[in-house]
């Protein structure tokens, strides 16, 4: 199975801020990652898929970049909406596998 | 409008039985591919199965063997039916669009519905 390893595991940042979240496959998995947001009590949301390719509805601060073992989420101005839990999952190769979840919090 | 609602959640002994639900309304479910998407209390994300147009499915190895993923063209609804219930499987159950198109838009996945939660206990 594939593991994907994200860090951090969670985050203290202040609006405005930059942030980003790295995911990590054990074996390479191409483009075939994608990024989700989920807030408390609610369903996950997708924010970017193929890696790099924003979800239409989206907002242009989120942004994804990375191909084979290592990718990346930034977000480029944290907003007090963006305090959530993002999650990678990889879909190159069955199980499918999700990475364990960054939290990110209010500083 | 697009909605999945998921159905048939509730507390179960272990080694019981349960059929999840989601019906489906603004796609055609057998025009898609489905998954199901789990979420112990308090923990990550799991996905557990999917379903192509094809009707072809794969599991997670935790479930294989003991849950059966289905679809019923007819009521445009996702089943997800769970055998040998074990407390491990307590969680929030997702159901989740891929959306069968050409581009890569048809990645997972871009519909969710709210959940429902099992609870296997004794």
């Known amino acids: 199975d594939i593991q994907m390893t994200q860090s951090p595991s969670s985050l203290s940042a202040s609006v405005g801020d930059r942030v980003t979240i790295t995911c990590r496959a054990s074996?390479?998995?191409?483009?075939?990652l994608g990024w989700y947001q989920q807030k408390p009590g609610k369903a996950p949301k997708r924010l970017i898929y193929a890696a790099s390719s924003l979800q239409t509805g989206v907002p242009s601060k989120f942004s994804g970049s990375g191909s084979g073992t290592e990718f990346t989420l930034t977000i480029s101005s944290l907003q007090p909406e963006d305090f959530a839990t993002y999650y990678c999952?990889?879909?190159?190769?069955?199980?499918?596998?999700f990475g364990q979840g960054t939290k990110v919090e209010i500083k | 409008e697009v909605q999945l609602v998921e159905s048939g959640g509730g507390l179960v002994q272990p080694g019981g039985s349960l059929r999840l639900s989601c019906a489906v309304s603004g796609f055609t479910v057998s025009n898609n591919y489905m998954s199901w998407v789990r979420q112990a209390p308090g923990k990550g994300l799991e996905w557990v199965s999917v379903i192509y147009t094809g009707g072809s499915t794969h599991y997670a190895d935790s479930v294989k063997g003991r849950f059966t993923i289905s679809r019923d063209n007819s009521q445009n609804t996702l089943f997800l039916q769970m055998n040998s219930l074990r407390a491990e499987d307590t969680a929030v159950y997702y159901c989740?669009?891929?959306?069968?198109?050409?581009?890569?838009?048809?990645?997972?996945?871009?519909?969710w519905g709210q959940g429902t939660l099992v609870t296997v206990s004794s």
């Open positions: 999952l990889q879909h190159n190769s069955y199980p499918w596998t």
């Open positions: 074996q390479g998995i191409r483009d075939n």
């Open positions: 989740a669009r891929g959306y069968s198109g050409s581009d890569r838009n048809s990645d997972p996945f871009d519909y």
